[in-house]
């Protein structure tokens, strides 16, 4: 098998999973939806009984609404393995002679480019209601690349998450928890007011030094040691769920 | 790759589920060209049997080659050989039956995907319906479709699992008719079903799946053979295939 079927068959795969996408936006806007309400909710609601010193609310939410929009985005992802393998798509895709590896590329792709499009539709309503930021454009790239570290862990969880589901619920469960892990992070309030052991585990879950680096990134501030773990975290998921998915798949035709 | 003619070629092959032993040492040979039907109750091993030819599972003991390939060793040879039509159809239902023929077209590298999917559509009459999303099709229409799709690249072997289970009569004539004109172009049909009609009908070879093990296989007529002379005295008409296939399973279950 040569590597330019290799990367021909993906596209080829990913093209028609896009397709997918285009018609049913809805799940665009569903995964959109749940993290826009809640940042309505934080910033009109709970907002003005947090005291997060001179950095405006919905700047200081925004990190952690970006993780949890990714989240229920990627329950998309494990819902489209699942349905393929459901449906005997995937089966016959192993059956024939185009390169194995890319029927799990093209759902990765495809979870990314969605995953990018409900992101700009979050950011677009944090802009409207009031969030600004001057950082640099390397500054962009950087929340840009941990964005997409971090979409493309959550992304080979959901494949691995997707590929051993016995039902459809099951297929999109495993997301449930990531989506709720922001909120016993430094997403929305600071750690230091939680109490100690709640403190404790905020502080040592990914979601914290990611939001962390994000905040950083952009307020200009310097972003610390929180960057390398941030990095750091998304690496090792990236790597466990890639391991994960690929025992999954193993485990199919054993 | 052998010079002999022989298409699919299964030794000894074994498969078992944790407990449960599917396959016990399956043997079979199929010719090149000819339709070989693999009969057998429900639960006997069939789908077990075609997803390891078809690479898609592994065997735990014996060797499978088709078209002189070993479906373990030589997994994408194989594959290059090869069409499957599971036993549910296999089609996205989200894009339209025309896009589902261009999809296999395009993984199979062929370049003009577009005029592929047109044929095909022609000759399983399914025109009207192309432009549609394959979530509007019946189920008549949807195994057609998937047929179709197993043809498109001209495998010379094709496994048809259960082609025309929960087909009306009509849809099945059809699903008939084309396996037919596939084997006259020369290729290799394997397909499993539990109408024993299906089997009379289409096959130039009967296998006949049983506890884990082909316990007959041949034509009608040296099956015939097989069902008890004693018996034929006392029907005035020929044997059918499902007498046969009864008093088969009935020895086998005695001995
Ligand atoms: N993945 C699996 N795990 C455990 N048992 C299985 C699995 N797949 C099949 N079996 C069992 O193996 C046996 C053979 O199954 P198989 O699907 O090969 O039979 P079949 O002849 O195709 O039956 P049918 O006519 O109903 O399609 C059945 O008892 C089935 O329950
Ligand atoms: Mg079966």
Not at chain 1, 29 to 45: D, E, N, Q, S, W
Not at chain 1, 192 to 198: L, Y
Not at chain 2, 62 to 91: K, N
């Amino acid at each position: 098998m040569s590597a330019t079927h290799a990367i021909g068959d993906t596209v080829v795969l990913t093209g028609r999973s896009m397709r997918h996408i285009t018609r049913s936006v809805d799940t665009i806007i569903t995964t959109a939806i749940m993290p826009v309400a809640m940042m309505l909710l934080f910033v009109y609601v709970f907002g003005g009984a947090i005291d997060t010193g001179s950095v405006a609310y919905v700047n200081y939410m925004l990190p952690g609404i970006l993780l949890m929009t990714v989240a229920s985005g990627v329950a998309y992802t494990s819902l489209r393995i699942f349905n393929d393998v459901q449906g005997g798509v995937f089966e016959r895709f192993q059956s024939m002679p185009i390169a194995r590896s890319s029927v799990l590329w093209a759902h990765v792709l495809t979870s990314l480019v969605a995953n990018v499009i409900s992101l700009a539709v979050v950011l677009a309503v944090a802009v409207v209601i009031g969030f600004r930021s001057g950082a640099s454009v390397l500054a962009w790239l950087g929340i840009a690349g941990v964005l997409v570290l971090f979409t493309l862990g959550l992304t080979w969880l959901a494949i691995g998450a997707g590929l051993s589901a016995k039902t459809m619920e099951g297929a999109s469960a495993f997301a449930y928890p990531l989506i709720f892990l922001p909120f016993i992070s430094s997403a929305f309030v600071p750690t230091e007011t939680m109490p100690t052991v709640v403190q404790a585990f905020a502080e040592h879950q990914p979601v914290t030094p990611i939001v962390n680096t994000l905040r950083a990134l952009i307020e200009q501030q310097p972003v610390g040691t929180d960057g390398w773990l941030a990095v750091a975290w998304c690496l090792g998921i990236l790597v466990v769920a890639h391991a994960l998915a690929l025992a999954a798949y193993r485990r199919r035709s054993a | 790759m052998t010079a002999t003619a022989t298409a699919i070629r299964v030794e000894g092959l074994e498969k078992s589920y944790d407990e449960l032993a599917v396959l016990r040492g399956v043997d079979l040979h199929v010719e090149q060209g000819s339709i070989v039907a693999l009969l057998g109750s429900n639960g006997a091993g069939k789908t077990t049997l075609v997803r390891i030819l078809s690479t898609l599972l592994r065997a735990d003991a014996g060797t499978a080659s088709v078209q002189g390939y070993d479906v373990a060793a030589q997994a994408a040879d194989v594959r290059e050989s090869i069409s499957l039509t599971g036993q549910f159809a296999a089609v996205d239902e989200i894009l339209t039956g025309r896009e589902n023929l261009m999809l296999v077209a395009r993984l199979r590298h062929l370049p003009d995907a577009g005029r592929v999917a047109d044929d095909l559509l022609a000759r399983f009459d399914l025109v009207e319906a192309g432009a549609r999303k394959v979530a509007t099709y019946s189920g008549g229409m949807r195994r057609r479709l998937d047929i179709a799709m197993s043809l498109i690249g001209e495998p010379p072997v094709v496994f048809l699992d259960e082609p025309t289970t929960g087909l009306d009569p009509q849809a099945r004539t059809e699903v008939w008719a084309s396996v037919k004109e596939l084997a006259a172009r020369g290729t290799t049909v394997l397909l499993t079903t539990q109408y024993l009609e299906e089997a009379e009908r289409l096959a130039d070879r009967i296998a006949i799946l049983h506890e884990g093990r082909i316990i007959a296989d041949g034509t009608l007529a040296d099956l015939k053979q097989l069902f008890p002379p004693a018996h034929v005295e006392y029907v005035e008409k020929q044997p059918t295939l499902e007498e046969i296939f009864l008093a088969i399973i009935g020895a086998e279950q005695k001995s």
